[in-house]
Antibody
Framework: EVQLVESGGGLVQPGGSLRLSCAAS????????MDWVRQAPGRGLEWVGR??????????EYAASVKGRFTISRDDSKKSMFLQMNSLKAEDTAVYYC?????????WGQGTLVTVSS | DIVMTQSPESLTVSLGERATINCKSS????????????LAWYQQKPGQPPKVLIY???TRESGVPDRFSGSGSGTDFTLTISSVQHEDVAVYYC?????????FGQGTKLEIK
């Protein structure tokens, strides 16, 4: 069974940093692309970024709203993905979900809440 | 970037009636390598993560009731609930995953009359 568990959320001040983690199990992590998606309170879903697999040279891609501030990385040996968030703004407040794509089938975790506030 | 537009924004139907939600993409989401439409539908209830209903435009996720069906191709897609039940009250989203950014529709809120 595919499982994705996010962690690392919390309260951070504007301009601060936070690192989210996504622990994966139930599939061959190293073979698959991994995404981050977020949802601000009362709003819709927003794609944040992606890390491709080793075969695609671990290329990362980002939404324009986070490019230059957020960095996605992965550790295939630990079956984990990370989201380093710097220069956080109030509008980054959201539940952050990690996801993966397995033969066109999406899987998503339960999410972790990030609150940016003074 | 591909823009996804859902309609209607909200939908109120009677119990047992059919509900239809539309999703239009600004570009084709068909992938010639996989020979599939890269379009997914999600259901989200308050306080819960999105739940996958449909992927590849028409493949129903395991365990999803067969009253849910997806159809369409190219740029026009539809999620149909053949006989709406109380537990179907939720917000529904479409998402294209043909190319990044993997954009979502703005959501359609389904309520029971």
């Amino acid at each position: 069974e595919v499982q994705l568990v996010e962690s690392g959320g919390g309260l951070v001040q504007p301009g601060g940093s936070l690192r989210l983690s996504c622990a994966a199990s139930g599939f061959t992590f190293s073979d698959h692309y991994m995404d981050w998606v977020r949802q601000a309170p009362g709003r819709g879903l927003e794609w944040v970024g992606r890390t491709k697999n080793k075969a695609s040279f671990y290329i990362t891609e980002y939404a324009a709203s986070v490019k230059g501030r957020f960095t996605i990385s992965r550790d295939d040996s630990k079956k984990s993905m990370f989201l380093q968030m710097n220069s956080l703004k109030a509008e980054d407040t959201a539940v952050y979900y990690c996801g993966c794509w397995i033969r066109g089938h999406p899987y998503w975790g339960q999410g972790t809440l990030v609150t940016v506030s003074s | 970037d591909i823009v996804m537009t859902q309609s209607p924004e909200s939908l109120t139907v009677s119990l047992g009636e059919r509900a239809t939600i539309n999703c239009k993409s600004s570009q084709n989401v068909f992938d010639t390598y996989m020979n599939q439409e890269y379009l997914a539908w999600y259901q989200q209830k308050p306080g819960q993560p999105p739940k996958v209903l449909i992927y590849w435009a028409s493949t129903r996720e395991s365990g999803v009731p067969d009253r849910f069906s997806g159809s369409g191709s190219g740029t026009d897609f539809t999620l149909t609930i053949s006989s709406v039940q109380h537990e179907d009250v939720a917000v529904y989203y479409c998402q294209q995953y043909r190319s990044v950014p993997c954009s979502f529709g703005q959501g359609t809120k389904l309520e029971i009359k």
